[in-house]
């Protein structure tokens, strides 16, 4: 058994694990189940047969090869995930290796290479798995490519279930891309990254392998990572493949192991797929529904799906009709290249300063400010001037609960922008009040009760009730200003 210690070797027949991450602040909510030791035989009597860890063929009276995996808590909600560990999985050689899981056929084979260890993933419907034992055989089938059956030969470590995506309670894979591809007259090179992120931190294995449109795999690397609690790190995988490999979709595939005490506990897989086309190569690398070239022509990463990072694939923020890409907020800007369209409240365009009036569009929204005008309420100061060097306290000079960016009247009263408003909503502007001499903040200047506009009248010619000179709208019939006894 590949990195596994006497002492786990004599400790337990069957070593199964149940990894959950629940208690780890994990972005997954499965479990992962192991089963590293030989506990099950062809009769199925619950007795380990010695068909793991050593090499089997056909002609060995222990094939096929089976084991239990236990599940001893809750069963998928979503989805299910067999892995199988083997060594020395010759395809190119036409090994076929089929796979039961409770007596049903898996559709794919063991995947790898000769003299490889490999990690080879099936999908399984949820309603298989079972509380208890669950029955994983791995068998070899008639032909492939003229080869006896008698002569295949391969070595299985562990087999692991992922339920609802994994535990992942120890890290996580994320974030598989291409990088870039080259093209030479018969061959392919693809450049691919994958993120490992750590929880607890501690000792690591990343697999990473490009499986083909016919299942197979190729290019698989492994590589150990001893990272601290919470780290990130990048790892850099390149494979080449036969440009003539018929049409289809081919996946990158990354396995994330931790590594305790040399048993490799799955945390999680995550891949990426991209369509190659026969003697041309890969025509849509991102598989964002858009072709590399067309990718070029409207300015679209052809290495991102997302080339705005607002969660919204390229190919979907483009349309039907790749040649006339959709710009939903006719600012000349195509919705695949603009983080604010369709959704303005996006944490990509959130942290874009539109305007640029020194303060991001999240920023802007919070102060109620326009995130695409420099200049909110029209005075010619710039809203970050006038918002201050604290944007979580606007400034408020005028100390009339509207902020300064809101405010055409401050600093300047006088000021087109601001002659313009009401601002006592009496009915009368801010620059007829001032030629008027009434209190443009204020609806009743003379105190009188009665509202400024109804005591103007005609604004050519304001209402002078006693004929005094005085507008009634700023002499009361109820006040007496200057202390004569007698209401002005």
Known sequence: MKNTTPVLRLCSLMLAFML??????????????????????????????????????????????????????????????????????????GEIDEIYFNDNPLSGYLRGEKRKWSTSAFELRPEWVVSGKNLVKIDKSAGGNGTS????????????????????????????DVTNYSIDSDSVTINTTATMQSISGGNYELEISLIHPDGSASGITSKQLTVLPNESVQVNHSVTYALG?????????????????????????????????????????????????????????QFNPDSDGDGVVDGTEVGADASNPKDEDNDGIIDALDPCAPN???????????????????QETELGTDPDSIDTDGDEILDGIEIGKDASNPKDEDDDGVIDALDP??????????????????????????????????KDTDDDGINDDIEIGNLTTPKDSDIDGVIDALESNSNDNDNDDLAD
């Open 149 to 176: 059956t008698k002569n295949w030969s391969t070595k299985v470590d562990w087999g692991q279930l992922l339920l609802d995506g994994g535990a992942a309670d120890k890290g996580y894979a994320s974030d598989v």
């Open 409 to 442: 009247c401050v600093p300047n009263p006088n000021h087109a922008a601001c002659l313009v408003l009401d601002n006592d909503g009496d009915g009368l502007n801010n620059r007829q009040e001032a030629a008027l001499g009434t209190d443009p903040d204020s």
């Open 344 to 362: 303005p409240n996006h944490a990509a365009c959130l942290v874009l300063d539109n305007d640029g009036d020194g303060l991001n569009n999240g």
């Open 20 to 93: 959950s991450a629940m208690a780890s602040g994990s972005v997954f909510a499965g479990a992962t189940y192991l089963t590293t030791t030989d506990n099950e035989n062809e009769e199925g009597a619950g007795i380990a047969d010695g068909d793991m860890d050593d090499f089997i063929d056909r002609r060995n009276d222990r094939a096929p090869i089976e084991f239990n995996i236990h599940v001893n808590g809750s069963l998928p909600d979503a989805s299910a995930t067999l892995t199988i560990y083997a060594w020395d999985v010759d395809e190119e050689q």
């Open 245 to 301: 490999i018929e049409s289809g979709f081919f996946t990158i595939q990354a396995h994330l192991f931790y590594d305790n005490n040399g048993v490799l506990e799955q945390q999680n897989i995550e891949t990426f797929k991209f369509y190659h086309e026969k003697d041309s190569g890969p025509i849509d690398v991102d598989n964002d529904g858009l072709t590399n070239a067309k990718e070029k022509s409207i300015g679209t990463d």
